[in-house]
């Protein structure tokens, strides 16, 4: 017989009970059919669903099916094998003699937990008996055979592999786990594995480490965490551990599979790119310093502040401003003097996005989640986790995007577009927009909820136009910047051209003046800087200058 935790489902995969030339089957502990080989259902013409539970007494000799079910229910409650003989009907109609063999099969603690069984022709019985579990015996040895083989090709496997039970509590792991602690299975099992990777995690992951075990666990759902586990040596390296539940018909967790894969090397390497990317933004910084940060006026002053004051927070910050005013260059001095400053920023130009596709380019997609998608790609803010993330012109995010978006505001988490794991987050949010999102919100096509949360702490740009003082600086910064670029020499900038300058409305911002400083600089054949009056059009209000005034 088989051993205890084997079912005649296993043999039955094995195609061994299939094939023994006799009539196998076995019951569950109330006496109800729970497997029938191909050969009992062939002899008696019923089909699996038919004989299944209590169906098969369809196939006993009428005169026969009282007497045998009452042997069958003394054999049930005596727990004893036994032997029982009636007359079974052929798919033919003919009826034969049977002997109904059976034997009880016990787990550790001596409960019955299933009974096999087998139909023998009496004519052929001694023969036929012996040849049935001789075959049973040989099936059992092979499954045998099969796991010890299994079990050495998931020792050798470069991961490390747990399974555990509904609850998170270790059942089995393979040798490359334990030789990377350290420890016995009966030790692991002793202290629990969740308990005895607690103590093994990195101090600064534990957290993150705990809370993703826990919504795992509890959403029944596949999920995986990157955290760092101590080896037996005492060094820390950085582990993938991918989760996936096996569940029972109900939906039901019946065990939990873990593979454990080192990522040091990939992780190496990716702070080493991210050391570069750092130290290639802060050149950029340098030999590129943004043009809107320049100025000594009042109304810059107020912003800088302001700056001063939110950056080494975590705070939300909503910038509000004119196209033009630098509104991405507050977000950057925010995120340079910010705590994050040595991870990521990462712009999204959500106005530059179809709308079809912002969620995917900010959250991220499955592979086949849409057509197109070939392959899973990390969004945005998976890109900036532990850093910061700018979203420009965020009124231009569609309704059904702002949903996700205040989710990963209020939750720090969000789902890849196709998928359904929960990906938590750690990232700084910066906003801006050159709408009236009061408005938008008045007008239903901006969620109040998501524009409270982005305007935590706003900031308005002034502009160019409010700090006209500004001017000048702004001006000679750009005529060196460019004159440099383009391999000239320019001592000074003309008076007229100031006065043009200050004179003009700029409904572009500092961008317009980049881009006129710049024409005039390649246009310049001279030492001394200056512009044609006729690429400033006259101011668009009656708002009057400081130069019309003097």
Known sequence: MAAPGRSIEQLR?????????????????????????????????????????????????????????????HLL?????????????????????????????????????KWYGANTDIKDRKRAEALAFEEIRNSEAKLQQDERELRQLIDFLPQHIVVMDKDGTLLQANKRLLDYWGFTLEQMKASGIDERARRNVHPEDLERFEKGLNAGLSNRRPFEIEKRLRGKDGRYRWFLIRCNPLLNENGGVVRWFGTGTDIEDHKQAENHLRNENVALREEIERSSMCEEIVGSSEALRRVLAQVSKVAPTDSTVLISGETGTGKELIARAIHTRSNRSSRAFIRVNCAAISPSLIASELFGHERGSFTGAHQRRLGRFESADAGTIFLDEVGEIPPETQLALLRVLQEHEFERVGGNQTIPVDVRVLAATNKDLRAAVADGTFRQDLFYRLNVVPIQVPALRER??????????????????????????????????????????????????????VLCEGEIFCIDPSWLTPPSSSRTSPMSLR
């Not at 003989?85 to 016990?106: I, K, N, Q, S, T």
């Open 77 to 113: 409650a005596s727990g004893e094998p036994g032997e029982i003989e009636a007359r079974m009907r052929r798919c033919d109609g003919e009826y034969r003699w049977f002997l109904f063999r059976v034997e009880p099969v016990r787990d550790n603690h001596g409960n019955i937990f």
């Open 13 to 73: 995969q094995a195609q061994d009970v299939d094939a023994i030339p006799t009539l196998a089957w076995s019951a569950r502990p109330d006496g109800s059919a729970e497997f029938l080989n191909r050969r009992w259902l062939d002899y008696t013409g019923l089909s699996a669903e038919e004989a299944s539970d209590w169906g098969w007494t369809a196939a006993v000799h009428t005169e026969d099916r009282v007497r045998l079910m009452d042997c069958w229910r």
């Open 468 to 521: 006209v003082d500004d001017i000048p600086l702004l001006v000679e910064y750009l005529v060196d910047r460019y004159a440099k670029k383009a391999g000239k020499r320019i001592r000074s900038v003309s008076k007229n051209t100031l006065d043009l300058f200050q004179g003009y409305d700029w409904p572009g911002n500092i961008r317009e003046l980049q881009n006129v400083v710049e024409r005039a600089v």
